[in-house]
């Protein structure tokens, strides 16, 4: 087994990667925010995403079509959800909402996450998850305080921030509904599907948005920043939260998007000179705490160790590998490995 292999049986160890994807893609959009008008943005970094991964799982996909007609439904709805509205959204909202407002707002997704679960009758989860939830939420909530409560009646508020709760709903949604897909179907070939559907999505919305003359830049500073976004925050980061997601659950692999607004914060301080400042240590120490309490096992009252990121671990991994005696394939997890190993 390689050290790939061993990686992607451990989620725990996946879980953060996402969040520091996504927190470089905040630090990004902090420069370019002007650069890109919001749908364009979200077509680049999906084309990108998709353009990479095709030559991966074309074949399998094809070998997959019926299948994949079978689930059409999870399909549409996903790339509707995840790919085009989150994303576009977000975009939109950041012409009109502060950087303060945006990151407390995307805090409420770990807490969307679990009411769609439970409202969806994905799963049940426990209080001591929620807990962790709370808990990590309220470290976000001191670290956009600055260190005093009553600094947030002086965030402003904006017209956009519908707009940021929408999108956030959106890939709450989202990231109950994947864990749906069957475990027969290549996670690759779904995401693909997902991306491919999200963007004839989009495109009615870009066809608009280009007609009312927005214009696209071709700097090479502005097209690294698409590639990085469509690489790493759009087809890495994606890959590596369905996977969380089919091994720990979403109200779990939920708890992880707090962690976007830490490691931004990070990114921040050492890419953009932005100072530390005690309440992001404060912030910070109850962010991890929070996260700690939702995913370490913790001992039960015969003794033994338990925790729910360790159950849905393990129960998804015994379904890969009964699908994958069915496939015939050689590694439970499908054709992940086509990107971050070998087969």
Partial sequence: MTFFDRLWARPLLLLPLAPLFWAGNLVLGRAFAETFPPVSLAVGRWLVALA???????????????????????????????????????????????????????????????????????ERVKPVTLAGIALSFLGVVWIVARGDLAHLGAIGLSAGEPLVLL???????????????????????????????????????????????????????????????????????????????????????????????????????????EPVRSFHLAGAALILGGFALATVPWPSADGRLHSDAAGAAGAEIAAERRAAERQGDRYPGCHQRSLIGRE
């Avoid at 927005?214 to 087809?235: M, N, Q, T």
């Fill in 52 to 122: 990479i991964l095709a030559p991966f799982v074309i074949g399998q996909a094809w070998r997959q079509r019926d299948l994949l007609r079978r689930h059409w439904g999870l399909v549409w709805a996903c790339g509707a959800l995840g790919i085009a509205g989150y994303n576009a959204l977000g975009y939109l909202a950041l012409h009109s909402v502060p950087a303060a407002s945006v990151a407390f707002l995307n805090s409420t997704l770990p807490l969307m996450v679990p009411i769609a679960a439970f409202v969806l009758g994905v």
């Fill in 167 to 273: 999108a956030v709903a959106n890939y709450a949604l989202y990231s109950v509904l994947v864990r749906r897909k069957p475990a027969s179907l290549d996670p690759l070939v779904f995401l693909a599907a997902t991306m491919a559907t999200g963007l004839v999505v989009l495109m009615p919305f870009w066809a608009l948005e280009l007609a009312g003359g927005a214009r696209i830049p071709h700097d090479p500073a502005s097209l690294g920043a698409v590639l990085y976004i469509g690489v790493f925050a759009s087809l890495l980061a994606f890959v590596l939260w369905n996977r969380c997601v089919a091994m720990l659950g979403p109200s779990i692999t939920g708890a992880s998007f707090h962690l976007v607004a830490l490691f931004t914060a990070l990114l921040a301080f050492a890419l953009l000179g």
